[in-house]
Structure formats: structure tokens, C-alpha cells
């Protein structure tokens, strides 16, 4: 699909790179994190999460073979609530994807964004000079943290915000830009252009072409290749929706959120507090069982199964 579409970057998370590490092209990728995992040593846990972390890096360099920029990788969401858990695992990739030869100007780094994990953005990006992606992001509150932060890019989801509101609403269907994803992402955009905040948003998580077209001029999106595929048969000249122009003439006032007010901000957003946990768990279960499927390649053999 990247050889078909050509963006300028992909991603990767954990639901991607287990479905991936189940089909047969990509087999030899498992076997060399297995064997780099076992090579390394160490308690059978410790081998396992040094398999996992080289998997996801091996995807990640032949990701990068064929795209131009850069490609997100993503930190175990299992330490979304741990700082400096995800700072060191972050350096972690960082080294390993160097031991490939890939340096940290073509990675992005995925950290989910809770407080913590936006803090430990802002010291991977200050102190390291490390790249990150901030995703799992529902609240404004989110995003303007992360503006704050410095960080360099934001994964603000549409499609989860809709299902959600379709879920617990009345209203079923909406007009791409009565779309509350949509809304979302607009209002996160229009914020950073009028304050001039340099963090790029790249609306990420769409359910149909619509909402792609509605976010028009936003800096990036990211998609998939089915509505790729549906994108790339539509013939009609789109005009961008979203401008720096518009943006710096847009009402809005500046806030500051130190840890409390963000809490607090984020909390009042019960969409955004529900999509935020429920996105961490299903990223963790994910990685438990990529988890399991390395522990049967590396250690079922051993004990005669």
C-alpha cells in the first residue's frame, strides 16, 4: 500500500504490527527480533520486551525504505502513566533504530498523550532532541498541553470522537463539518496557527472520505490505504477548509495548563477521558498478545511443546 500511495510518512502502532507479524511476508522480520531478543539474553520477560521493541523497529526501517520523511513508533502504552518508563524506552528505540542506521531525524516517537506522557515528550524533545507524536489525543486540553510541551507533532483522532458521540447520543449521522472529530480537529488547528505554536497537527483516525475533505489544509493526515483507495478515484478539485489566515482571525483565548488545570479541563470532557482509556487499553491488550505470539516463537520449542 505505501509503494501504491507514496506518503510522505507512515505510522505504526501496536494493532498494526501484530496484525502484520501474523502474515507470512513479514516472517522473517519476527524471526530476526527473535533471535536478537534470545542473542541478548537475560530473564524470559526481558527477552520477550527486547524482541518486541527490535520487531517494531525492524518494521519501522522497512517502513522507511520506501517512504521519504519519517515513521512513528510507538512506546508501550502499558507505560502511559509512567514518565520516565517512557523517556527510557523511548531512547531505547531511538538506539536501536540507530543500530539499523536510522537516525532520530526520520522517527517520530508515539507517546500516548496523558500528563505524563506529554511531559515526557517535552523532555525527549528538549533534553534529547527527540522527535515525538502524541497520540491517543480526544481534549482540547490535550492539545494545548502538548503546544505547550513543544512537541513536534499531534495525533488528534476524528473517527474514534464520532463513534463515541454516535455511541452516546441520538444523532447517528453527521455532516462532514458538523462531524464533532472534525470540530475537534478545527478548532485544536485554528488554536496553534492564531498562537503560533510550531507543533504540527496531523489529523489522524477517519471513518470516511468526508471527514478527510473537511480537514482540507490541515498541516498533515494521516490514512488509510482503503480510503486512499476512495480518495484516489474521487475527481474533484478540493479548497482548503482550514488556513493560517482564517486561523489567526478566528476567537479564541490563549489558556495555560499546569497539571491541575489540565486535569481538570480534560476530566470536564467525558468523551475525551473515556476514548483516552479505552485507546490505552486496547493498545496494551494488543501489545500482550504480540507479547504472547514472541513468547511461543522463542520459548515453546525449548520446553519439548
Not at 537516525?103 to 517520530?108: E, N, P, Q, S, T
Request: charged letters at 30%; hydrophobic letters at 40%; one cysteine or more.
Amino acid at each position: 500500500a505505501i509503494d501504491e500511495y507514496k506518503p510522505l510518512d507512515a505510522t505504526t502502532n501496536p494493532s498494526l504490527i501484530l496484525a502484520a507479524a501474523q502474515m507470512p511476508a513479514y516472517q522473517k522480520l519476527v524471526d530476526e527480533a527473535v533471535a536478537y531478543g534470545k542473542k541478548l539474553g537475560g530473564s524470559e520477560e526481558e527477552q520477550i520486551k527486547n524482541a518486541s521493541d527490535k520487531l517494531f523497529v525492524l518494521f519501522g526501517a522497512e517502513i522507511l525504505k520506501r517512504i521519504p520523511g519519517r515513521v512513528s513508533t510507538e512506546v508501550d502504552a502499558r507505560l502511559s502513566f509512567d514518565k520516565d518508563g517512557m523517556i527510557q524506552r523511548a531512547r531505547r528505540l531511538i538506539d536501536l533504530y540507530k543500530e539499523v542506521g536510522v537516525g532520530k531525524d526520520r522517527i517520530l516517537i508515539k507517546l500516548s498523550s496523558t500528563w505524563e506522557g506529554i511531559q515526557a515528550g517535552r523532555v525527549l524533545e528538549a533534553e534529547y532532541g527527540i522527535h515525538c507524536n502524541m497520540t491517543l489525543l480526544f481534549s482540547f486540553a490535550q492539545a494545548v498541553a502538548c503546544a505547550e510541551a513543544g512537541v513536534t507533532l499531534i495525533s488528534p483522532f476524528v473517527g474514534r470522537i464520532l463513534d463515541w458521540y454516535v455511541a452516546n447520543g441520538d444523532k447517528k449521522t453527521y455532516e462532514p463539518s458538523e462531524d464533532p472529530g472534525v470540530k475537534s480537529v478545527t478548532k485544536i488547528y485554528n488554536y496553534y496557527k492564531k498562537f503560533g505554536y510550531k507543533t504540527i497537527v496531523m489529523g489522524a483516525s477517519f471513518r470516511n472520505t468526508g471527514q478527510i475533505k473537511a480537514l482540507t489544509g490541515c498541516d498533515y493526515l494521516t490514512i488509510s490505504p482503503k480510503l486512499l483507495a476512495e480518495l484516489s478515484k474521487e475527481h474533484v478539485k478540493l479548497t482548503p477548509t482550514l488556513s493560517v489566515k482564517e486561523a489567526q482571525a478566528c476567537d479564541l483565548e490563549k489558556i495555560h495548563l499546569d497539571e491541575k488545570a489540565f486535569r481538570w479541563h480534560h476530566n470536564e470532557d467525558q468523551m475525551a477521558v473515556e476514548k483516552l482509556s479505552d485507546g490505552i487499553r486496547r493498545f496494551a491488550a494488543d501489545a500482550v498478545k504480540l507479547e504472547r505470539m514472541l513468547k511461543e516463537r522463542m520459548f515453546s520449542t525449548e520446553n519439548g511443546k
